[in-house]
T-cell receptor, first 116, second 116 residues
Framework: ETGVTQTPRHLVMGMTNKKSLKCEQH?????MYWYKQSAKKPLELMFVYSLEERVENNSVPSRFSPECPNSSHLFLHLHTLQPEDSALYLC???????????????FGPGTRLTVL | AQKITQTQPGMFVQEKEAVTLDCTYD???????LFWYKQPSSGEMIFLIY??????QNATEGRYSLNFQKARKSANLVISASQLGDSAMYFCASFGRGSTLGRLYFGRGTQLTVWP
């Protein structure tokens, strides 16, 4: 496997379900991100982890719970979601979080989530 | 905060022709970076090109070049010799030194369609 992988690619869940999204990066990066992409809205940053420590929680509801057990893996635990949470959830990684050349974010293919 | 504006919801270009995708940005940061990403229908965001605010020359990567006009706060993407595989959504994004750690600001994107 190379780059950034995400599983599952598609997920349908009810509002009372609990599920988890998984992201794995094979690039040796130290920072990982969760983004939400809804129809007709710009990409929204949800969480940032740097060296396994959460450094940004962008006012995300508590029904989304991230976990970063090591620098290669990132999870997004979901519970009691709402239909408006249906979106494409993208994971990304980068060397560092300071931006600029060399710290480009590399994205996974995303998980298409539908909440019924 | 930063703001990215992409005014072209959709663009059409014939194969082998060049196309310019517009991007303007609004930032109060003195030091910042601009990125372009491509998102095919499969969902993955693919990094294309980066321009730093202090870079004197326009960035180029293969068929991609960035027409950076700092005074106008524009960072247009030029794709030369378009190919059918270039059909995708294209996002402009910015990062500033004053940004929240790791945060990229994305525009709403431009859907490019390349026809034979």
């Amino acid at each position: 496997e190379t780059g950034v992988t995400q599983t599952p690619r598609h997920l349908v869940m009810g509002m009372t379900n609990k599920k988890s999204l998984k992201c794995e990066q094979h690039l040796g990066h130290n920072a990982m991100y969760w983004y939400k992409q809804s129809a007709k809205k710009p990409l929204e940053l949800m969480f940032v982890y740097s060296l396994e420590e959460r450094v940004e929680n962008n006012s995300v509801p508590s029904r989304f719970s991230p976990e970063c057990p090591n620098s290669s893996h990132l999870f997004l635990h979901l519970h009691t979601l709402q239909p408006e949470d249906s979106a494409l959830y993208l994971c990304a990684s980068s060397h560092g979080t300071s931006g600029g050349s060399g710290n480009e974010q590399f994205f996974g293919p995303g998980t298409r989530l539908t909440v019924l | 905060a930063q703001k990215i504006t992409q005014t072209q919801p959709g663009m059409f270009v014939q194969e082998k022709e060049a196309v310019t995708l517009d991007c303007t940005y609004d930032t109060s940061d003195q030091s910042y970076g601009l990125f372009w990403y491509k998102q095919p229908s499969s969902g993955e965001m693919i990094f294309l090109i980066y321009q730093g605010s202090y870079d004197e020359q326009n960035a180029t990567e293969g068929r991609y070049s960035l027409n950076f006009q700092k005074a106008r706060k524009s960072a247009n993407l030029v794709i030369s010799a378009s190919q059918l595989g270039d059909s995708a959504m294209y996002f402009c994004a910015s990062f500033g030194r004053g940004s929240t750690l790791g945060r990229l600001y994305f525009g709403r994107g431009t859907q490019l369609t390349v026809w034979p």
